[in-house]
């Protein structure tokens, strides 16, 4: 399946195959429910997660990522990428910060 993305210049928040094939084939498992932490988070956010599902398909999460304008048109275009309401914000729960 592909979507016409010819609109959008540079696109940020696709990540291109080659970037998680390696780490989806070596790294996250067979079997359905298994996860991966791609990248460590830090005291803000938990970084950026892959988790397998059924029949080879995989949920990339990435907390750490801050959407941009031509991501929510993106986001518009492929029903496959969700960014949901207060991304790339974070909400200070401790006393003192």
């Not at 970084?47 to 929510?72: A, H, N, S």
Request: glycine letters at 8%; charged letters at 20%.
């Amino acid at each position: 399946m592909s979507y016409d993305l010819s609109q959008i210049a540079a696109p940020s928040i696709l990540h291109a195959a080659a970037n998680w094939q390696e780490d989806e084939a070596n790294n996250l498992g067979n079997a359905n429910g298994n996860s991966y932490v791609r990248r460590v988070g830090n005291a803000m956010h938990d970084g950026q997660i892959m988790i397998r599902f059924k029949q080879r398909r995989v949920v990339l999460i990435d907390y750490g990522y801050v959407p941009t304008e031509q991501d929510y048109e993106i986001a518009k275009a492929v029903p496959n990428i969700c960014i949901p309401r207060g991304a790339g914000t974070a909400i200070c729960k401790e006393p003192g910060c």
